[in-house]
């Protein structure tokens, strides 16, 4: 029988209330599709406290007594190294049970992951999936954009090839060479924009050869499996409508995501600010939700900061819903006017996709996935030359975007569609043929 070991750091957690983001949420989704099948074997590795799915093969490793969403950068840098040597040490000790022949690892991280180049020598094929571009995520909180990512692979080779790369920390050995590790032992690599591909081919093509690379990179949107809304979520939203004061002229904005700088929160916020400043939404009724929770590294300082931003604003009323379950989260889709995604680096955006699929118009940053996802009728892209140009990019997108309710409506109708045809079932069918295929 052909195996499936599936390591995924944040899986076993509850994400009805934890605010892991959304790979998490797909490692739980391939889980939950994939446990379906009984025609080949599936183990499930992973530091939450919870089996994912009932009946599930599911062993926790690595454990943090008070899980991971407030971890400092170091503390979470421990957390990776612990949970790379665990469950390296845990496949490798196994090999009679998980022949390497019969046995394909799926890893669900990257930073995460474990010891791809032991496993590899093992015999063990290896499927990564990329949530996220780590070096490229790196280069736009942390450094700005002020080189582009493949100059920083490139220097980092250099490194390897002085044996110079002792010298970094560990925290950016996990960005640098836990990212080179993945490329270069991954027989399969599946991303989920064809932007991200684009970039890991700058960025890794000499390393194993274009030609190579490109034929181990394999796209896969998400797609959505958001439940259709009931009679309950209406019957919800409408409590919701009365409780803040939301009139049949208001208009209404939302987020929705883990809140931390890369999201860009405070980019709509100070874009908002202009937009009373200079008097283009006076008299408007405007409400603007924020929803999800401050959570990984610099989550709580910048959630302070979204917090005092969204204060100096007089006329758009501010709500913090906090952590959105499933029903919730349809529930305060069924108030929206336009979900705006104003992030700085995104990989995917299962947000966007389930906003799509609630019949919601997007506002969105150009970033990574949102280009494949969103089609020019269901809503509009801001390209933000540098983070401190975006607010009055977005100021104005949103301006007139509001200022048409009528074809707000048709985009959110033509966003509905786009998502119906982006079934998350499709995705995890094609990761779980590109795994197994690999056994031979």
């Avoid at 220097?155 to 960005?175: K, T, Y």
Wanted: hydrophobic fraction near 40%; charge should be neutral; charged fraction near 25%.
């Amino acid at each position: 029988m052909k195996r499936l070991v599936f390591v995924a750091s944040h899986v076993g957690y509850p994400m009805d209330r934890t605010p892991l983001g959304g790979g998490a949420m797909v490692g739980l989704q391939l889980v939950r599709h994939w446990r379906t099948d009984p025609s080949w074997s599936l183990t499930v590795l992973g530091s939450g406290p919870e089996t994912p799915v009932g009946g599930c093969d599911y062993h926790r490793l690595a454990e943090r007594a008070d899980g991971l969403v407030d971890l400092g950068e170091l503390d979470y840098a421990r957390f990776c190294r612990d949970f790379e040597t665990e469950t390296t040490d845990w496949i490798l000790e196994r090999r009679r049970e998980y022949p390497p022949k019969d046995t394909v690892i799926v890893v669900n991280d990257v930073s995460e992951g474990p010891t791809l180049g032991r496993l590899a020598e093992a015999g063990y094929p290896i499927l990564s999936i990329w949530h996220v571009d780590v070096v490229d995520y790196f280069n736009k909180l942390y450094l700005r954009r002020i080189v582009a990512p493949e100059k920083l692979t490139r220097l980092h080779e250099r490194m390897r090839s002085f044996g110079a790369d002792w010298i970094l920390p560990d925290v950016l050995n996990l960005v640098f060479e836990k990212q080179r590790e993945t490329v270069y032992h991954s027989k399969r690599m599946v991303v989920p924009s064809s932007a991200m591909a684009d970039t890991l081919m700058r960025c890794y093509g000499e390393l194993v050869g274009y030609e190579e690379l490109s034929r181990r990179i394999v796209v896969v949107p998400w797609g959505v499996w958001s439940d259709p809304a009931g009679a309950a979520d209406e019957n919800r939203a409408a409590e919701l409508r009365e409780y803040h004061e939301i009139r049949p002229d208001s208009t209404v904005l939302m987020t929705l995501s883990r809140i931390s700088p890369e999201k860009g929160v405070h980019l709509l916020l100070e874009g908002l600010r202009l937009l009373e400043a200079g008097g283009k939404i006076a008299g408007r009724d405007i409400h603007l939700f924020i929803c999800g929770e401050p959570a990984f590294m610099m989550g709580q300082a910048y959630g302070r900061k979204v917090r005092a931003a969204a204060a100096k604003l007089k006329q758009v009323k501010v709500v913090f819903p906090g952590y959105l379950d499933a029903a919730a989260k349809r529930a305060y889709f069924q108030l929206g006017n336009l979900f705006i995604s104003p992030s700085i680096h995104e990989s995917y955006g299962l947000n966007v996709v389930e906003a799509m699929h609630a019949g919601l118009p997007v506002l969105a940053s150009d970033h990574y996935g949102v280009r494949d996802t969103l089609p020019p009728a269901a809503g509009r892209l801001v390209h933000y030359p540098t983070p401190k140009k975006a607010p009055p990019l977005l100021a104005a997108a949103l301006l007139e975007m509001i200022s048409d309710p009528e074809k707000l409506k048709k985009m959110g109708e033509a966003a509905r569609v786009a998502a119906s045809a982006m079934p998350f079932s499709a995705a995890a069918d094609a990761v779980r043929l590109a795994a197994l295929g690999l056994i031979q």
